[in-house]
């Protein structure tokens, strides 16, 4: 389809284990955007790109979280030493505008959601 | 204090009545605002921008109230579909980074 696409779409890993999750914008997106949704919680804002630039990474929890997009495509989370408190949605989206300063004017707001990736930590 | 307030609801209401909700920011810079809408289990999708002077789509009307760091967004009409999670988004200053609100659950019942 023509939309943002995750993988995996859930994930079961133990506890101490590393995981990577995958993002595959829409075809064009400059903006790539992760956050985590906690059950019963809003999305928490992760970290950002503007093409292959990482803009903004201080929603980041630990430095067992680490993001990239080498191309300004396809971006990785990788989460190393999963501890429970991980469990949660990880959401991927996406944004055709370059948004913020960049833009000289405010964001556009539209961001297109990916389905998460739901990660249980045992 | 978080940056964007809800209150978490429910709000359970009937068919065809109206219902409001209200959302705070702490960020006075913030220039952009948002309604997204979460269904179960569902990936949030944006429902409207909020505007200064206020706007309406079909039975939706957002209003901004930037003095008192205030948005609000009433449903008019209510249908069983409009259940869901109403996310209320504020873009930090002019940065691009969109915070969400802990969003307002929504049930509408025959």
């Known amino acids: 389809g023509a939309g943002v696409s995750q993988s995996p779409r859930y994930k079961v890993a133990k506890r101490g284990q590393d995981v990577a999750l995958r993002c595959d914008p829409i075809?064009?997106?400059?903006?790539l955007f992760w956050y985590q949704q906690a059950l019963g919680q809003g999305p928490e804002f992760l970290t950002y790109f503007q093409n292959e630039a990482q803009l903004d990474k201080s929603g980041l929890p630990s430095d067992r979280f680490f993001a990239e997009r080498p191309e300004g495509s396809v971006s990785t989370l990788k989460i190393q030493r999963t501890q429970q408190e991980d469990s949660a949605v990880y959401l991927c989206a996406s944004s055709p505008a370059l948004v913020g300063g960049l833009a000289g004017g405010p964001g556009t707001g539209e961001l297109f959601f990916g389905e998460g990736s739901r990660l249980t930590v045992l | 204090r978080k940056e964007v307030e809800q209150d978490p609801g429910p709000f359970n209401v009937p068919e065809g009545a109206t219902v409001a909700f209200n959302c705070t920011y702490s960020n006075s810079a913030s220039q952009s605002f948002f309604w997204y809408r979460q269904d179960c289990r569902k990936e949030p999708k944006l429902l409207m921008s909020v505007y200064s002077s206020g706007n309406e789509d079909g039975r939706f009307t957002a209003q901004l109230n930037r003095a008192s760091q205030y948005i609000s967004l009433l449903i008019r009409d209510s249908k069983l579909s409009d259940s869901a999670t109403y996310l209320c988004?504020?873009?930090?200053?002019?940065?691009?980074?969109?915070?969400f609100g802990q969003g307002t659950t929504l049930q509408v019942k025959p």
């Open positions: 075809s064009g997106h400059v903006s």
């Open positions: 988004v504020v873009e930090v200053g002019n940065t691009g980074k969109l915070i």
